[in-house]
């Protein structure tokens, strides 16, 4: 557990918020700054004035684990020795309103996910005791997903999957706008992030009123 961080709680440090309050996670001093990690995730978020010498061993480390750093810092970026894309982060003006959609409910526990390709099946089943999963069915299988993975005290992050004979339908709106909602009445903000180059989840968050606010790189 690496406690409580030290830095604000904005949309740009709800991972490493979110990793913190995790029992399992892990901190690594890196010169001035730091790394806050999850293995369950494999996601490492780097904070403050980190050596680039010492993120480029950690990259090496974990290779299989993804990297997110502050925009302003493309050293490190470059430190790691990886391709880089840019993420786009997001957030509802004003906590601007959102009209309740039909269609959206909770995933059973229960609920078989043997249709859903693996890498998601098992990303879901891994968070599906503690976190509210919002899905849509069509034909009498769960097809649209929507959760929180991260948290902060005022934000949340937004992670939305529909599988491809199930997209162009809306559906991807309407579980987005259910967990929205669910979490404000947890008195939590959500924040929309997706690499530059998604254009569907772009336009999705843009349709739904999101602006951008921040960027941050994402060493994949």
Excluded at 207 to 216: A, N
Aim: hydrophobic fraction near 50%.
């Amino acid at each position: 557990m690496t406690g409580p961080l030290d830095v604000p709680d904005i949309p740009r440090w709800i991972e490493a918020h979110g990793i913190a309050a995790d029992p399992a996670s892990w901190r690594r001093p890196l010169g001035a700054g730091f790394a806050v990690g999850s293995d369950r995730a494999r996601l490492i978020v780097v904070v403050g004035d980190a050596d680039a010498g010492e993120v480029a061993t950690l990259a090496r480390e974990r290779s299989a684990y993804t990297m997110l750093i502050a925009i302003e810092r493309g050293d490190l970026a470059a430190a790691t020795g990886r391709g880089v894309v840019r993420a786009l982060l997001h957030t509802l003006p004003d906590g601007a309103a959102l009209p309740p959609l039909e269609g959206a409910a909770p995933l059973p526990v229960d609920a078989s996910l043997a249709h859903v390709p693996e890498p998601l099946a098992d990303e879901l089943g891994a968070v599906r005791a503690d976190r509210t999963i919002w899905t849509a069915v069509v034909e009498g299988l769960p097809v649209a997903f929507a959760y929180a993975p991260w948290r902060s005290a005022r934000w949340f992050d937004v992670s939305i999957d529909t599988l491809p004979q199930a997209r162009q339908l809306g559906l991807g709106r309407i579980v987005a706008t259910a967990m929205i909602l669910d979490e404000r009445m947890q008195g939590r903000e959500p924040v929309w992030g997706a690499d530059e180059g998604n254009l569907a989840s772009l336009r999705l968050a843009h349709g739904l009123g999101f602006v951008q606010v921040d960027e941050l790189w994402v060493a994949a």
